[in-house]
């Protein structure tokens, strides 16, 4: 998905893609549409970062995936009540193949 628009000298638009996946740790928020970007010194319009890691409590256990996985889709939200061996994610492999995440142990 995009994640900026701007102009061109021809005055055409152009989509900003990020080169790698992620959430928009920062943006440049005082920049206004038609300005250009040699305002901005190091050029840097959006930053893009991993995530950042889920808080683990008492009693809980992470569900963690191999960094080469890409993530499909949840099966539960939170404070679904779960089974031992429900389907919590669905990942695909580095194979193309998908796999499914399970509970270890009952709870929410």
């Known amino acids: ?35 250009k970007v040699d305002l901005i010194e190091d050029r ?3 930053t893009i970062s991993k995530f950042p890691a889920l808080e683990v409590n008492v009693h809980q256990m992470p569900t963690n995936v191999k960094a080469e996985d890409i993530f499909m889709r949840y099966f539960k939200n939170k404070g ?12 695909r492999n580095k194979e193309g193949f998908e796999e499914y995440i399970l509970s270890q142990e009952p709870g929410t």
């Open 1 to 35: 998905d995009p994640v900026a628009e701007l102009w061109d000298k021809a005055n055409q638009t152009v989509k900003l893609k990020a080169d790698h996946s992620g959430f928009v740790a920062a943006t440049q928020h005082g920049l206004r549409p038609h300005e």
């Open 44 to 46: 840097n319009l959006v």
């Open 80 to 91: 679904d009540y779960l089974q031992k061996g429900d389907k919590i994610v669905m990942v």
